[in-house]
């Protein structure tokens, strides 16, 4: 049984109490994870903010070189990694289309590379005889970055490279249900960077929740589901941190009559399945115009019963299972649902008769908008495929949905598809892709799916707030 500690203030930390770490694959626990509290919320963030002066008073180069070493230590680490991604969360090591650990371990440290070479510009808004005026950004101080499950170990590098990178110092609190990655990493960081820069604790909500009220944090970083994020907003008014919240999505794609089936149902099968439906800009409801209606849901779901569905430790898997019993009864909640709301299933609807959390890939025909499935999130293995006949209702009705992360259209007609993708409520549209996300394009929801971006420039501006300086001649 794998053991991992806390870390703060460069040390490694026990609280006498732990909490087990369930391979989905299997529904065994693997790994055993220090249940922290309050106390170790208090002297993360204590650690943090002592380190802080000194951290923020680096040089631009100093702070690019060791998140350059930070890049390295995830690199030199990557096999250990991946197993631990795999484990903890249940996506396989290679995964349909490539989506897998080595993604996750990989793009983390593309994502650590981009954001180290990024530098925040001194912007110079008058210098004439009266006076100059220069924008400066400043680090904010503290700040606490909270992780889902999806993504676990991508998502922390995501949130706590700009932090470090931009001169503040950070806690992190990974969930309890995929913690090991993370935990790792913040052991080899903690030997790249001063004490107190990066400080981990582990535990349920209720550390977060202190997290996100503590007075001497300034920033909270939330990636997760909608209602905690409505909860981390109400707690962090009390010393008006600033807030970057990447909240749950439904994205929509809408596919125009233009396309050629064959050409298109791939794309659109792992944009919507890939790591199981669990990425918060999957492509969760597929509209389908009434003239294609039968032949894509029929190549979709052709699709959905070939793909291999297994432990993902074992090679050739290309999904693995639903990361946790509460997602999978969720999962499972919805199938029935859309059972009693008339939906036609064209492959899936079930558990799989195995260990561990599994769900057939599923598809359901002939639901609408108004229907659960396509109304909620699933998180999860299962796409409604829904007909339209007209394309400016279709848009008016995608839009409906209170959530607003990622949208897409597909057509070969780019111009139109331009047109129609601007006209989606969503902080990212996608032209023939969806979910395509990169470390030099700005990402994050609009309406209930959040606030603020990540990524590039825009999401590192976040980390900081302006000082105006003005120099009077
Ligand atoms: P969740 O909201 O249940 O938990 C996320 C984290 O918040 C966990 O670490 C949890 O321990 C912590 N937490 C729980 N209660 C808290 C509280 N009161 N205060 C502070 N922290 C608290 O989400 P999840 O189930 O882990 O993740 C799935 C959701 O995340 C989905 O809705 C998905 O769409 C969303 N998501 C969004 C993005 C994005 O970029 N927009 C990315 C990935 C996942």
């Given at each position: 049984?794998?053991?991992?500690?806390m870390?703060?203030?460069?040390?490694?930390?026990?609280?006498?109490?732990?909490?087990?770490?369930?391979?989905?694959?299997?529904?065994?626990?693997?790994?055993?994870?220090?249940?922290g509290?309050?106390?170790h919320?208090?002297?993360a963030?204590?650690?943090?903010?002592?380190?802080?002066?000194?951290?923020?008073?680096?040089?631009?180069?100093?702070?690019?070189?060791?998140?350059?070493?930070?890049?390295?230590?995830?690199?030199?680490?990557?096999?250990?990694?991946?197993?631990?991604?795999?484990?903890?969360?249940?996506?396989?090591?290679?995964?349909?289309?490539?989506?897998?650990?080595?993604?996750?371990?990989?793009?983390?440290?593309?994502?650590?590379?981009?954001?180290?070479?990024?530098?925040?510009?001194?912007?110079?808004?008058?210098?004439?005889?009266?006076?100059?005026?220069?924008?400066?950004?400043?680090?904010?101080?503290?700040?606490?970055?909270?992780?889902?499950?999806?993504?676990?170990?991508?998502?922390?590098?995501?949130?706590?490279?700009?932090?470090?990178?931009?001169?503040?110092?950070?806690?992190?609190k990974?969930?309890?249900?995929?913690?090991?990655?993370?935990?790792?990493?913040?052991?080899?960081?903690?030997?790249?960077?001063?004490?107190?820069?990066?400080?981990i604790i582990t535990?349920?909500?209720?550390v977060?929740?202190?997290?996100?009220?503590?007075?001497?944090?300034?920033?909270?970083?939330?990636?997760?589901?909608?209602?905690?994020?409505?909860?981390?907003?109400?707690?962090?008014?009390?010393?008006?941190?600033?807030?970057?919240?990447?909240?749950?999505?439904?994205?929509?794609?809408?596919?125009?009559?233009?396309?050629?089936?064959?050409?298109?149902?791939?794309?659109?099968?792992?944009?919507?399945?890939?790591?199981?439906?669990?990425?918060?800009?999957?492509?969760?409801?597929?509209?389908?115009?009434?003239?294609?209606?039968?032949?894509?849901?029929?190549?979709?779901?052709?699709?959905?019963?070939?793909?291999?569905?297994?432990?993902?430790?074992?090679?050739?898997?290309?999904?693995?299972?639903?990361?946790?019993?509460?997602?999978?009864?969720?999962?499972?909640?919805?199938?029935?649902?859309?059972?009693?709301?008339?939906?036609?299933?064209?492959?899936?609807?079930?558990?799989?008769?195995?260990?561990?959390?599994?769900?057939?890939?599923?598809?359901?025909?002939?639901?609408?908008?108004?229907?659960?499935?396509?109304?909620?999130?699933?998180?999860?293995?299962?796409?409604?495929?829904?007909?339209?006949?007209?394309?400016?209702?279709?848009?008016?009705?995608?839009?409906?949905?209170?959530?607003?992360?990622?949208?897409?259209?597909?057509?070969?007609?780019?111009?139109?598809?331009?047109?129609?993708?601007?006209?989606?409520?969503?902080?990212?549209?996608?032209?023939?892709?969806?979910?395509?996300?990169?470390?030099?394009?700005?990402?994050?929801?609009?309406?209930?799916?959040?606030?603020?971006?990540?990524?590039?420039?825009?999401?590192?501006?976040?980390?900081?707030?302006?000082?105006?300086?003005?120099?009077?001649?």
């Amino acid at each position: 049984m794998q053991q991992f500690d806390m870390y703060i203030n460069g040390e490694a930390v026990t609280s006498g109490k732990v909490f087990d770490v369930i391979n989905p694959a299997t529904g065994s626990v693997f790994a055993q994870v220090q249940e922290g509290d309050i106390s170790h919320v208090d002297s993360a963030v204590a650690a943090a903010r002592a380190a802080f002066p000194a951290w923020s008073r680096t040089s631009d180069d100093e702070r690019k070189a060791l998140c350059h070493a930070l890049a390295s230590a995830l690199e030199e680490n990557m096999p250990e990694l991946m197993e631990l991604v795999t484990k903890e969360s249940g996506k396989p090591m290679a995964g349909l289309n490539g989506v897998g650990s080595g993604m996750e371990v990989g793009g983390s440290i593309a994502w650590t590379q981009y954001t180290a070479e990024l530098q925040l510009p001194i912007d110079i808004i008058q210098d004439d005889d009266e006076a100059r005026i220069e924008v400066h950004r400043k680090p904010l101080g503290v700040v606490a970055s909270i992780t889902p499950w999806n993504w676990p170990l991508m998502i922390s590098i995501w949130h706590v490279i700009p932090a470090l990178r931009s001169g503040n110092t950070v806690i992190m609190k990974p969930s309890p249900y995929t913690p090991t990655a993370t935990i790792r990493f913040v052991e080899l960081a903690s030997k790249i960077l001063p004490a107190g820069v990066i400080n981990i604790i582990t535990g349920e909500g209720d550390v977060g929740s202190a997290l996100s009220g503590h007075t001497d944090v300034n920033k909270i970083v939330f990636t997760g589901s909608t209602p905690t994020g409505k909860r981390i907003m109400q707690s962090a008014s009390g010393n008006l941190k600033r807030l970057t919240l990447e909240l749950g999505g439904n994205d929509a794609g809408i596919v125009l009559p233009d396309v050629s089936v064959s050409e298109v149902a791939e794309k659109l099968f792992w944009a919507c399945f890939h790591n199981n439906g669990q990425t918060c800009a999957a492509l969760k409801r597929l509209y389908v115009h009434e003239s294609q209606y039968e032949e894509m849901c029929e190549a979709i779901a052709s699709l959905a019963k070939k793909v291999v569905v297994g432990n993902g430790l074992e090679p050739g898997v290309e999904l693995g299972p639903v990361q946790n019993i509460e997602q999978l009864k969720i999962v499972e909640a919805l199938a029935t649902s859309a059972k009693e709301d008339g939906g036609r299933f064209l492959a899936g609807g079930q558990r799989i008769d195995r260990e561990g959390f599994f769900f057939e890939p599923t598809v359901v025909a002939d639901l609408c908008d108004g229907h659960r499935l396509v109304d909620e999130e699933p998180f999860g293995p299962i796409l409604p495929i829904i007909k339209y006949t007209d394309v400016d209702e279709v848009i008016a009705t995608a839009n409906q949905n209170d959530r607003g992360l990622g949208g897409s259209i597909w057509s070969n007609d780019t111009e139109k598809a331009m047109e129609l993708a601007q006209r989606l409520e969503c902080g990212s549209a996608w032209v023939n892709d969806h979910g395509a996300i990169q470390p030099n394009a700005p990402f994050g929801g609009v309406k209930q799916s959040g606030i603020g971006v990540e990524f590039g420039l825009y999401g590192l501006e976040e980390y900081t707030s302006i000082q105006t300086l003005k120099v009077s001649k």
